[in-house]
Nanobody, 122 residues
């Protein structure tokens, strides 16, 4: 069983930066791939990025490639999402998820956090 809690969201102007954190409970964090997804009002949940158990492999959505960076610290049971050059279209609730596979679809991820709101003003 893994419980995930996100933090770090907020209001930022376009071009600004935010770093989200996702802290996990449980002893098996390091065995999970960790992903970030987002959902904007009226839209479906969207894949953002994911990393494997070691952080050595990552996948990014084209919309965030070059602007966002995912990383993890297994000793702290934490995964991070560094977001730079934010755009109004990045506004969404961002959720982290844990799963056994390094995939870009939501279904294989077993555990989900409640999400943190990111709002980018123009």
């Amino acid at each position: 069983q893994v419980q995930l809690v996100e933090s770090g969201g907020g209001l930022v102007q376009a071009g600004g930066s935010l770093t989200l954190s996702c802290v996990a409970s449980g002893r098996t964090f390091s065995s999970y791939a960790m992903g970030w997804f987002r959902q904007a009002p009226g839209k479906e949940r969207e894949f953002v990025c994911t990393t494997n158990w070691s952080g050595g492999s990552t996948i990014y959505a084209d919309s965030v490639k070059g602007r966002f960076t995912i990383s993890r610290d297994n000793a702290k049971k934490t995964v991070y999402l560094q977001m730079n050059n934010l755009r109004p279209e990045d506004t969404a609730v961002y959720s982290c998820a844990a799963g056994r596979q390094l995939v870009t679809t939501a279904v294989p991820y077993t555990y989900w956090g409640q999400g943190t709101q990111v709002t980018v003003s123009s």
